[in-house]
């Protein structure tokens, strides 16, 4: 069995890569697991990040997901927008945190472009 075939990746990820009306991803699978490998990493790596800020600065955790999502989004960003919606959703998950306000608006565009 080749590595590639070795990574699970979600339904919720492949659907990033899914034009609307097609059923075939715009990516490979070979990129597409290099994708989410680096954003469930990223999401993983901002767990303990988000709690943080969430306690020391006292703000809502839907203000933490924001600045978390504005983060990725910066120069030189590493994760398109829609990327960037993933990773924080997942973080989201991660800490048990709400997404509603997530799931109802579109993603953060970079805010230099």
């Not at 034009?19 to 715009?26: A, D, E, L, R, V």
């Not at 006292?58 to 960037?84: S, Y």
Request: hydrophobic letters at 45%; proline letters at 10%.
């Amino acid at each position: 069995m080749t590595e590639e075939f070795q990574i699970h990746i979600p339904p919720s990820f492949m659907a990033l890569y899914v034009p609307p009306g097609k059923i075939k991803p715009t990516l490979g699978l070979r990129d597409m697991a290099e994708r989410y490998e680096l954003c469930e990493d990223l999401a993983n790596l901002l767990t303990e990040k988000a709690a943080n800020m969430q306690f020391t600065l006292g703000i809502t955790e839907e203000l933490v997901l924001q600045q978390c999502e504005l983060g990725l989004l910066a120069e030189p960003a590493v994760v398109i927008p829609v990327e960037a919606r993933w990773v924080v959703c997942r973080l989201a998950e991660l800490l048990n945190w709400p997404m509603d306000q997530l799931l109802q608006n579109p993603p953060l565009s970079d805010p230099v472009a």
